[in-house]
């Protein structure tokens, strides 16, 4: 795409444009859940809107709602995987960690693509974290990448160099209207989630989060991940909401607002779990855990990627 097309495209979705220093963020944990060497962003800022995103408010990122294309990122990502190739450093490159890579944009401007053919091009595997179906327009560049990456030594048994993780917080279609407005609803979600496992890839669920008093039952979780269970699916996990801010456009805000809308009799159980801070109390964490433990046992599906 040439750069008027470039800055045409960002103009008309209300994105500004920055130039990076850094594309890939390396990880601080050694192999989180999601498993990822580094962190790839392409956008800063997310068109899906969820009201629970804790990337407002939270010391991670300003907020969803300023939108940013990282205009040098092509180049910057070329830079830095022809060193770390040059010095032997392999990793996975986890997209989506603070926005969604195939937000509405993508659809026009194809630079998670790009991103995905540099990726490609040095032979890195993926980790992708998505709420859309818009994925499947790049299952050519995956089948490349499984076939060409080389994985980091200390997981050569996981045998996939592309990881495609749906994201998920309810399968009820009205409530997920209501916490995620602008993602694509969820039975596209598992559509593309049929065709992925159709093509064989490594495909799994991040159930993050789950919601308070709305979805995270046992009786919820053991409803959503028998549904899960039978379109085969490698993998689930899942955690508890967070709440951050007290700003309009903080998570903690935007939470309550929404909840009070609609569900009000949770407000105060919410609250309760909550206590002032911005993650639900241990014993509450815990027994989430051990729910989607127990259930995952239940239905024969791993509890985590590998
Ligand atoms: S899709 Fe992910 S990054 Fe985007 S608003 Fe929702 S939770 Fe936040």
């Given at each position: ?11 008309k ?27 790839l ?11 629970y ?8 990122a ?7 294309i ?12 022809k060193?770390k190739?040059k ?13 969604d890579?195939y ?28 709420k859309?179906d ?18 980091p ?13 749906f ?9 997920a ?11 596209r ?8 496992k ?6 799994g669920?991040?159930?993050m ?6 979805s ?9 991940i028998s ?17 951050f801010?007290?700003r ?18 949770f407000?105060?159980p ?37």
């Amino acid at each position: 795409m040439n750069n008027f097309n470039f800055h045409e495209l960002a103009k008309k979705h209300g994105f500004k444009e920055k130039n990076v220093k850094t594309i890939l963020n390396k990880s601080k944990k050694n192999r989180g859940v999601f498993l990822g060497d580094y962190s790839l962003n392409p956008y800063l800022g997310c068109s899906f809107d969820c009201k629970y995103c804790y990337i407002n408010g939270s010391k991670y990122a300003g907020s969803t709602k300023s939108f940013y294309i990282k205009f040098n990122a092509l180049n910057i990502l070329k830079n830095q995987l022809k060193r770390k190739s040059k010095i032997g450093e392999r990793g996975i490159i986890l997209f989506g960690s603070a926005t969604d890579p195939y937000i509405d944009i993508e659809k026009e401007l194809f630079l998670t693509r790009d991103l995905l053919k540099i990726a490609n091009r040095f032979r890195f595997p993926i980790h992708l974290v998505t709420k859309s179906d818009l994925v499947l327009r790049d299952i050519d560049l995956f089948k490349k990448i499984n076939k060409n990456g080389l994985l980091p030594k200390d997981i050569e048994k996981l045998d996939s160099k592309v990881i495609i993780t749906f994201s998920f917080s309810t399968l009820d279609e009205k409530v997920a209207k209501i916490f995620e407005p602008n993602a694509p609803n969820i039975n596209r979600r598992l559509k593309a989630i049929k065709k992925l496992k159709d093509e064989e890839f490594l495909v799994g669920v991040s159930l993050m989060p789950l919601l308070p008093f709305i979805s995270d039952s046992y009786e919820s979780i053991d409803k959503i991940i028998s549904i899960f269970s039978d379109i085969e699916v490698d993998y689930v996990f899942g955690g508890s909401l967070t709440l951050f801010g007290e700003r309009d456009n903080d998570s903690k805000t935007k939470y309550y607002k929404i909840l009070n809308e609609n569900f009000p009799k949770f407000v105060e159980p919410t609250k309760n779990i909550f206590k002032e801070k911005e993650y639900p109390n241990i014993s509450y964490q815990n027994n989430i855990y051990k729910n989607l433990e127990n259930v995952c046992r239940k239905y024969n599906i791993k509890n985590s990627i590998i």
